[in-house]
């Protein structure tokens, strides 16, 4: 599904979050939404999952205006895992998983949600925590059961905002590892709030750089990550390493040197 922010601009009162926001994110792409705190991922990510509207501009799914659609529809489109999440205390793993085949449910549950529901918890590597509630695990294992459900739901569109924010090293290239696989398998758009420069750079095909709520760069990972660019939208000296492995984005505390 075809994704399109069209002059997206959020205001919070008088302060402008988001200002003139424009890209476009197509079938089985996956684009990384990067940038300092507060310069307005979570709120991009929350206006095209039909949490807020903007105060200016629209968005499009496949060509439709998001905010004609109904939020039913919408519940079967997109696959949202917010930054910061609530969950119920008395529900189990599998009841909460279970909920992202809420939108698809018509009278009961079928065995074939409940397969799908099995697959997702597989995927996630939790399926041993199926029968635990909710508060019984850590923060890495919660955010893992999110992106079950929002894989449960089958959505034509993933939105992550920070899924990988409390997992530890492996399990963050695992998440986006299987996360990005299933989403090119099923031809799904996935986009995806990052902090971690490197994650963004090896997961995705193109990066939005935010800075103060607007666009600074986009394009492919190697165009927009450059230590010119993240020196000037994150105040930070890094070098990029280039290995058989991959591009490697490594901070650097330069005490005021310069280059030589
Ligand atoms: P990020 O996710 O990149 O950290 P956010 O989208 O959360 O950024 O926030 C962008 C800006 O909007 C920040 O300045 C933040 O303080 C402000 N903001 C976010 N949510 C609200 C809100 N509900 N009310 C008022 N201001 C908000
Ligand atoms: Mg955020």
């Not at 979570?42 to 998001?66: E, F, N, V, W």
């Not at 894989?151 to 090293?169: G, R, Y």
Request: hydrophobic share 40%; charged share 25%.
């Amino acid at each position: 599904m075809k994704i399109i922010a069209d002059n997206v601009s959020v205001y919070y009162g008088k302060h402008k979050a988001l200002e003139d926001i424009s890209f476009d994110v197509s079938s089985g792409e996956i684009v990384s939404l990067v940038g300092p705190n507060g310069s307005g991922k979570s709120t991009m990510i929350k206006c095209m999952a039909q949490i807020h509207k903007p105060s200016k501009g629209k968005i499009y799914l496949d060509d439709r205006d998001i905010s004609k659609i109904s939020l039913k529809e919408v519940a079967r489109l997109i696959g949202y895992v917010p930054q910061n999440f609530h969950y119920l205390f008395f529900s189990t793993v599998m009841e909460t998983v279970l909920l992202g085949r809420k939108p698809h449910i018509t009278w009961s549950i079928s065995p074939r949600d409940l397969e799908i529901v099995q697959n997702a918890l597989n995927d996630m590597g939790i399926s041993d925590l199926a029968g635990k509630f909710m508060d019984q695990l850590s923060g890495g294992q919660k955010q893992k059961v999110h992106i079950a459900r929002a894989l449960a739901q089958e959505p034509k569109l993933f939105l992550f905002d920070e899924p990988t924010s409390n997992l530890d090293l492996k399990h963050q290239m695992e998440v986006l590892e299987i996360t990005s696989r299933l989403a090119k398998e099923e031809g799904s758009s996935l986009i995806i709030a990052l902090h971690d420069l490197n994650l963004a750079f090896n997961y995705s095909d193109r990066v939005v750089m935010l800075r103060g709520g607007k666009i600074f760069a986009q394009g492919k990972p190697g165009d927009v990550l450059t230590p010119e660019n993240i020196k000037e939208v994150y105040d930070v000296d890094t070098l990029q390493i280039k290995s058989d492995y991959g591009t490697h984005i490594v901070p650097i505390k330069t005490n005021g040197r310069q280059k030589a």
